[in-house]
């Protein structure tokens, strides 16, 4: 048992049914018991709490200092040409609770979750070089139990840790222990191989994750399907303009970044990123061509990504993707605390398929000293709400309940 106080969760509660009784936000709550909980116990808003048994709650003392930084917030201070960059010591270390949801028009489909470690080993010129380690990826609350599940889960024992350089944005500039991946691999390879007895799935699945570490060109390249590694590692170190905005225009894709311009009321540097991709052509099935095609126009889609508002799950006509992330930064190093955000994309003419995507800075755990908010709780015990009294009601009464 640890020197947490923690709130016993009721059937049906939600973050937010108790973050109203604890007295502090929904989001604050759930942010602050996602990076002490264990894996396992990661909450969602907005749904009946169904895993985690408690829900770890901040100390009076870090209520006090939230009040304290909201009545007196500090200006984001960046470098020359308001560049915003990343520094960090040798031997840093940071690990991470993830959370990915897969939905297809607004529905579930699978949930993704672990944790991770980033080490920052020294800095080279203008590159950061990292070492980075995924652990036990749970699937649905569980660990994998399919087949292919399960292969993809062993051959990710070779493949981490993975050592990347950082370019001065934070972006993958490029990997760098190739070598040790594909030494690993041989190793874990016949394992593999005589625990799955071949087949022709087993062959191309194995065939595949091969090719991808042929190189570490290829490797990276696979790395940008993952949506971790885009989101972390995006390039949000800029030079921004004056007014704390940077905007780049890349073939289809539209990004654009902000700061703004005070710390949050926990002393966090925040960053906007939001995107979109504009569809090449405007499908018309009342017109034909001659020979059988069918006619295609042009769309020229203008949005003040400043000011639009993106919606998880829905994507305007003429849009074939837009994302919408906050960055959370530590404003020691400038090193992400936290990300939340989700990528829409239309999969076909009657499907959106939608990722959303969080991550928490998972901190040490240690002794918290409660601010007791309730006369009806019994704040002197370690477990709040475990043996809470239903109040009997007038019909409780009528029926002998």
Same mark, same amino acid.
């Given at each position: ?98 959370? %990915? *949801?897969?939905? $297809?028009?607004? =529905?579930?489909?699978?949930? +993704?979750?672990?944790? #991770? ?57 490029? %990997? *760098?222990?190739? $070598?040790?991946? =594909?030494?690993?691999?041989? +190793?874990?390879?016949? #394992? ?61 894709? $539209?990004?654009? =970044? ?144």
């Amino acid at each position: 048992m640890n020197n947490f106080r923690k709130y016993k969760v009721q059937k049906g509660e939600t973050i937010e049914i108790i973050a109203a009784k604890i007295g502090i936000p929904a989001v604050e709550l759930r942010a602050y018991h996602n990076q002490y909980c264990e894996l396992s116990d990661l909450v969602e808003l907005g749904l009946p709490i169904k895993w985690a048994e408690y829900i770890l709650l901040p100390s009076s003392e870090t209520v006090d200092n939230t009040k304290l930084s909201e009545n007196s917030p500090k200006k984001v201070k960046l470098g020359n040409n308001n560049n915003l960059r990343l520094f960090t010591e040798n031997g840093l270390k940071q690990e991470y609770g993830t959370i %990915i *949801l897969y939905k $297809e028009n607004n =529905q579930l489909i699978n949930k +993704i979750h672990f944790t #991770s470690q980033i080490k920052f080993i020294k800095k080279y010129n203008d590159f950061s070089i990292v070492e980075y380690h995924i652990n036990q990826v749970y699937i649905n609350n569980k660990e994998p139990e399919m087949v292919i599940e399960q292969l993809a889960d062993k051959t990710s024992k070779a493949l981490y840790p993975i050592v990347l350089s950082l370019n001065s944005n934070g972006e993958i500039h490029e %990997i *760098l222990n190739i $070598e040790a991946i =594909q030494e690993r691999w041989q +190793i874990l390879k016949p #394992s593999i191989l005589e625990y799955y007895q071949g087949g022709d799935v087993i062959t191309k699945l194995l065939s595949s994750f091969e090719r991808s570490i042929q190189s570490a060109s290829l490797l990276k390249r696979n790395l940008t399907e993952h949506p971790f590694y885009t989101t972390y590692f995006a390039p949000i170190y800029q030079n921004y303009s004056p007014d704390l905005s940077f905007t780049n225009n890349d073939f289809e894709v $539209e990004t654009f =970044q902000s700061i703004d311009e005070f710390q949050s009321a926990t002393s966090k540097i925040l960053v906007r990123r939001k995107g979109v991709v504009k569809s090449k052509v405007n499908f018309d099935e009342n017109l034909h061509s001659q020979n059988g095609m069918h006619d295609y126009n042009l769309q020229k889609i203008q949005l003040n990504l400043e000011k639009v508002v993106f919606q998880s799950g829905k994507l305007d006509e003429g849009i074939d993707g837009n994302m919408d992330f906050q960055y959370k930064l530590n404003n020691s190093y400038n090193t992400i605390f936290c990300i939340a955000g989700f990528i829409n994309t239309r999969k076909d003419t009657k499907t959106i398929s939608t990722i959303e995507f969080e991550t928490y800075e998972k901190i040490k755990k240690k002794e918290q000293k409660m601010l007791p908010i309730s006369e009806e709780i019994d704040w002197n015990s370690e477990i709040i709400n475990e043996k809470m009294e239903k109040k009997r009601g007038f019909w409780d009464n009528f029926w002998g309940i």
